[in-house]
């Protein structure tokens, strides 16, 4: 069946480091991939997708670039802030429009 | 244009009892999904409506249930209650199926169900 395995947190960096977060997919057929961001007491927010083999989404400095040889669609920023602190969701969309996502990534940027 | 709305926002039940939570999805978006989230299982798809009909459903015990209206408003009903259904309930909605953008969700800001 699909799913979607991300890296487990808590991932802790100072403002300004490189972020990194790994995605990995099982699906069948091409499905679309997405990241999602949570602050504390709201619902998901859509950050980022890509519905093709080496597409590369990217949103406020974030990217992720569809790796189907791999099966990879990990989150990169290159200079995170304070402000990024959240959890953050991998999910993919298979072509019936089901939706399956990571257990999820909490991450906090100290100053 | 305003979001996606849930209401209430936060829920307290008792064991046995049912409750029903009410989704209001963005203008012009016609299909409504819901998910359960909690700290151990993560995000965990319960249905899809979409013109009143359920398109999927995920992996749950018939007490879970839903239905669409005809204005897009979606409303999920749990039954007999039990303490692991305390979770945040959100919903997400999605343009009609066949839109080029058919498969970009955006979420409500959940409803939180405690079950005591």
């Known amino acids: 069946g699909n799913s979607v395995t991300q890296m487990e947190g808590p991932v802790t960096l100072s403002e300004e480091a490189f972020l990194t977060i790994n995605c990995t997919y099982t699906?069948?057929?091409?499905?679309?991939l997405f990241w999602y961001v949570q602050y504390p007491g709201e619902g998901l927010q859509l950050l980022l997708k890509?519905?093709?083999?080496?597409d590369k989404g990217s949103n406020k400095g974030f990217e992720a670039t569809y790796r189907k040889e791999t099966t990879s669609f990990h989150l990169e920023k290159g200079s995170v802030q304070v402000s990024d602190s959240a959890v953050y969701f991998c999910?993919?969309?298979?072509?019936?429009?089901?939706?399956?996502f990571g257990t999820g990534t909490s991450l906090t940027v100290i100053p | 244009k305003a979001g996606v709305t849930q209401t209430p926002r936060y829920l307290i039940k008792t064991r046995g009892q049912q409750v029903t939570l009410s989704c209001s999805p963005i203008?012009?978006?016609?299909?409504v999904s819901w998910y359960q989230q909690t700290p151990g299982q993560g995000l965990q798809f319960l249905f899809e409506?979409?013109?009143?009909?359920?398109?999927n459903k995920g992996n749950f015990p018939g007490r879970f249930s839903g239905r669409q209206f005809s204005n897009s408003r979606s409303e999920m009903n749990v039954s007999t209650l039990e303490l692991g259904d305390s979770a945040l309930y959100l919903c997400?909605?999605?343009?009609?199926?066949?839109?080029?953008?058919?498969?970009?969700?955006?979420f409500g800001p959940g409803t939180r169900l405690t079950v005591t």
């Open positions: 997400a909605s999605s343009l009609s199926p066949g839109t080029s953008a058919e498969n970009e969700q955006y």
């Open positions: 699906a069948t057929g091409y499905p679309s």
């Open positions: 890509a519905t093709k083999a080496d």
């Open positions: 999910a993919l969309s298979d072509s019936g429009n089901q939706f399956y």
């Open positions: 203008s012009g978006h016609r299909s």
């Open positions: 409506y979409f013109s009143e009909t359920q398109r």
